[in-house]
């Protein structure tokens, strides 16, 4: 395992490494200059892309989040905000949007950010050759499933620039959440001259958020400078913003500690229980609308029988894992849905009630009608991205399996963008590590990603019965969209394409040089509304 801070990580040979990153900075002329505020964010995992239409991941989104902005945007709290777009009007019926941009939007390079960027970037984001994996959020637009579906070509899309500030958008049905939508990267513009050459490099990116891509050094760090086009510049107070690769959470805390970083991305159990007061007023935990799980590849046998899968779920003893491994606040997940989510109730399984003993009678009795036995054990990989705490889970759970069910498990570790890949081609997954952070606060933004037809959902679960609800419960009201998507969850309880563990909260230290820090439901923490003291 390689150590992820930049000091540790070997880029050449013949010179210690902090020679070689200095001299990258040199060379791309990022070293800050006296009196720059620079922001030390730690960010987890290395990003696997700063295309903004190309995101998968919690990391490149924060990132992102900093070098673009959509048509909405969010407050410190979470809560919708004008973006891009000044103000918008709503059809009576809820189905054309009008968006009124700023005269004074700008891209990096000084170029006026309009309403045909905004055109582009949408269907850029729903055209196949794109691969978004983001692009199912963007279906309520009209003419937007048959676009991802290479049944209309992406000009089909109902967005349409009714002249450079105006933009319009036309929906299939209401979708009282839409706003909510166009803050995700999926959304975002693209500069004309350029998209499509750049998103590797800092001198082609040209972006439009409070920040521009300076530096990126793989599994080191990326280094954005303010952007003094952007529209709301006057009100930026930090220079330059260093997101660092910190995927091992044990150095992230003690480069804090150290004072190395002013944020981390997470922040290990094992450290708050023993936690000193002056750092513990430094801690912040909060509910987040995520879940930590693990998927089938139902492709593929064993996992294509429902009853082996719901034989694994019930054996992994969730309590155990809060409680033993984790101990931050985090819950129990026995459901795909958190609880208290907008738009759905969300609905147990009837075993979330039983005892240890009775859902261990329950897996055995499963496990040995899928045809296993002590005799004839199940063996199965699962596979997880290199982590301190994916391992520990991962350990955990293989010897639950073991010792109620006699499954005989290997563990496999990938780097993330290797871990990513290897998700997304499925020949080589069985039980794969996941998560999800709802991009938005609504039911729909935790079910769709099992729909058969998201390019994220990496078990390749598809149920007529379960994409026939998702569909009819956008067309209808509060309350017989409520009991649509309870069928859809009763069809994830009977088919288990996945394990649900546990729903996360956040957990980082922020110094007390941070100030604008908010915590939130989503963890979206945009750094143009921080500001860092001396």
């Known amino acids: 395992m390689y150590a992820r801070g930049a000091i540790e990580f070997h880029v050449g040979k013949g010179l210690p490494t902090y020679v070689w990153l200095l001299l990258g900075l040199l060379c791309s002329g990022s070293v800050a200059q006296a009196g720059d505020v620079v922001l030390r964010r730690g960010n987890g995992p290395d990003v696997e892309t700063l295309d903004p239409h190309q995101v998968r991941s919690v990391a490149a989104g924060n990132v992102v989040r900093d070098l673009y902005e959509g048509l909405v945007s969010e407050a410190p ?34 170029d006026a950010v309009t309403a045909a960027d905004f055109v582009a970037g949408l269907r850029r984001s729903v055209d196949p050759q794109t691969a978004s994996p983001s692009s199912q959020l963007l279906a309520p637009i009209a003419q937007a499933s048959a676009v991802m579906a290479g049944r209309s070509p992406p000009a089909a899309l109902a967005v349409q620039a009714l002249d450079e500030h105006r933009l319009q958008i036309g929906l299939q049905s209401p979708t009282p959440y839409f706003l909510a939508l166009l803050v995700n990267p999926a959304a975002y513009p693209v500069h004309g001259p350029v998209h499509g050459q750049g998103f590797t490099s800092a001198a082609p990116l040209v972006s439009n958020g409070a920040y521009q891509l300076q530096v990126w050094m793989p599994q080191s760090h990326i280094e954005l400078r303010r952007n003094r086009h952007y529209w709301n510049d006057a009100a930026t107070r930090i220079d330059r913003v260093q997101h660092i690769v910190t995927e091992d959470m044990g150095s992230e805390f003690q480069r804090f ?139 955990v759970i293989a010897a639950m399996w073991k010792q109620f069910l006699g499954v005989e498990t290997r563990l496999r570790n990938e780097e993330t963008k290797v871990f990513l890949q290897s998700r997304r081609e499925r020949r080589r997954t069985q039980i794969f590590r996941g998560s999800w952070v709802s ?41 017989a969209r409520r009991q649509q998507l309870r069928d859809a969850q009763q069809q994830l309880i009977d088919d288990a394409p996945v394990i649900p563990i546990y729903f996360y909260v956040t957990k980082h230290l922020v110094s007390p040089r941070v100030s604008g820090w908010q915590d939130n439901a989503l963890d979206h923490h945009y750094s143009r509304d921080l500001g860092l003291s001396p």
């Open 77 to 110: 709290d979470g809560s919708l905000i004008p973006g891009v777009a000044e103000r918008w009007d709503i059809s009576a019926d809820g189905l054309v949007y009008v968006f009124f941009l700023r005269d004074t939007a700008r891209w990096s390079n000084g």
């Open 439 to 479: 991009d938005y606060d609504d039911a729909s933004g935790f079910l769709d990603l099992l729909g058969g037809h998201n390019p994220r959902n990496d078990t390749s679960y598809v149920s007529q019965r379960y994409d026939a609800a998702l569909n009819a419960a956008t067309h209808l009201p509060e309350d």
């Open 257 to 395: 500690r150290a004072g190395e970083l002013d944020i981390t991305e997470q922040v290990p159990a094992t450290q708050i229980a023993a936690m000193a007061p002056t750092l513990r007023r430094q801690l912040r935990i909060a509910d987040y609308l995520g879940i930590y799980y693990y998927g089938f590849n139902v492709s593929q046998p064993p996992f294509d029988q429902p009853g082996l899968r719901r034989a694994l779920s019930l054996a992994v003893d969730r309590e155990v894992i809060v409680r033993k491994v984790l101990g931050s606040g985090e819950r129990a997940a026995y459901a795909w849905l958190p609880p208290h989510i907008a738009g759905a109730d969300s609905l147990q399984p009837p075993w979330a009630s039983w005892t240890r003993d009775q859902r261990v009678a329950e897996a055995r009795r499963l496990y040995e009608q899928a045809g296993y036995s002590a005799q004839y054990p199940l063996r199965t990989e699962i596979l997880y991205n290199t982590n301190d705490y994916h391992q520990k889970i991962a350990l």
